[in-house]
């Protein structure tokens, strides 16, 4: 039986004691330094904690034996793609002719650097099928507002003031309708069919002279590949409107399918999800959106650009949308990325897509003929990722919910569950390519194992984390932020 552990660990400013020395800079970087900085910048007192090497450690090993990791087990989130990366793409990230570059530096200082951004760029649009590739979004979400910014700017500079709608599935996530709100379009939700995908016959009734666009997943949420994509992408075409794609779920058809080549006239890649960062836990994440020719002058400012042999940024686009990230986005998850493609190459891409699919088939089969209920596609495989309805065990005072819960007591991370809103009592498993079959294996004997169990067994679960059963009114809805949880333990 899992158990994780719990330590009761202070801060730093609470371990630290006056006079402890855990590291002495050399010389060079010493007194010499403060020489060099402005004096009304220099602070008189920084109240830093001192701790030896040994402390510091301590404090942060202790940290992550109460956490999970995807380096600790399956990571089945669904929508999320939480892989595990090959450590080589860090090491390679944090080469300090990475590290030490200024984000503002002279392009001529740094053509190393932004010959690999140009590689990667270069790779990124052969994979999507476009024409031009921005690295500066952030995120997923912020590259979703760079491309519906981009459509408003489009449509706008060709005096198409009446289109102000977005078309999205209501199987889509969140993020989307949000974005498209955020660039003052109004927002007009299509039914899924039976199958789970976009129902072509509701779609038709709400294509019209306002129809700006339409935003898509492909797969969809449920997992499944929209059947119908090209037919969607000619009647929005036909009615003067673009086509969005949300690269959430790129995993499922890297080297396979080109999003391009269906009729996608924007793309945004989560690149900390599909391409070797680590997802989560508010770490930096990227965005980057690829676009048709068609498009380009209105991108985000400064692109890159290969003049001859070399490399520099571009500011002067005449119908630019105007810069939308300071620096020249995430340069560590962007070089994780490049590092990541380059060691595959285009088989290796292939097989990531190909073994991702097989796990979520694999995984689905195991549960379905248990325990779980598939609503939609039954008939259908699904690519990455797939959703089960926990509604069955609801006979037995049993949700989704509380198999999620007592899923961290066998150990594992739990799905995604509760979306999409489309099915009652969703669980979204993920696997991803990473999981060997005997890992499936246990995820699948531990979700039927706990579907079989009685309410009353699984009340009090998580019993064997650090982290005992939540308030779930309050963890949703704290009244105050706060930064430190020992304040809301008072």
Known sequence: MFRQAKWDEGLLVEIGKEGRIGYVPPEPLGPDVQLRIPEHLVRKELNLPSLTEAQVVRHFVRLSQMNYAV????????????????????RIANDERVTNAHPYQ??????????????????????????????????GAHGELVGVLMIRKY??????????EILIPDSAHGTNPASAAMADFDVITV???????????????????????MMMTVPNT???????????????????????????????ILGRVRPGDIGFDIVHMNLHKTFSTPHGG?????????????????????????KGESYSWRHDLPHTIGRIKEGYGNVGVLIRALSYLL???????????????????????????????????????????????????????????RVAKALLDEGLHPPTIYFPLIVDEAMMVEPTESEPVEELDRYAEAMNSIARRSAEELASSPKNTSVKTLDEAKASHPLTLRLTWRSQKK
């Open 343 to 401: 060691t595959l190459g285009p088989e290796g891409l292939v097989d990531v897509s190909s073994q991702s699919v097989v796990a979520s088939n694999y995984l689905l089969r195991k549960l379905e003929k248990q325990h779980y209920q598939l609503n939609h596609g039954q008939n259908y495989p699904r690519k990455h990722e797939f959703v089960v309805s926990a509604k069955p065990l609801t006979k037995n005072g049993v949700n989704a919910l």
């Open 222 to 252: 449920l997992g499944l590949f929209e059947e119908d994509i090209l037919k969607i992408s000619k009647l929005i075409h036909e009615n003067g409107g673009l086509m969005y794609y949300d690269g959430a779920n790129m995993n499922a």
């Open 71 to 90: 380096d600790l087990g399956i990571y089945p989130l669904g929508s999320c793609t939480m892989k595990f990366n090959p450590k080589l793409n860090d």
């Open 106 to 139: 002279h392009h001529s200082t740094v053509q190393g650097l932004l010959s690999l951004l140009y590689e990667l760029q270069t790779n990124l649009a052969e994979i999507t099928g476009m024409d031009e590739v921005s690295l500066l979004p952030a995120a």
């Open 191 to 213: 039914p899924s069919d039976e199958r789970g995908m976009v129902s072509f016959e509701d779609l038709k009734k709400l294509v019209g002279k306002k129809t700006a666009g």
């Open 282 to 306: 508010g770490g930096p994440g990227s965005g980057p959106v690829g676009v048709k020719a068609f498009l380009r002058e209105y991108m985000p400012v400064p692109i890159l650009e290969k």
């Open 155 to 164: 449509l706008q500079s060709r005096g198409q003031h009446e289109k102000n």
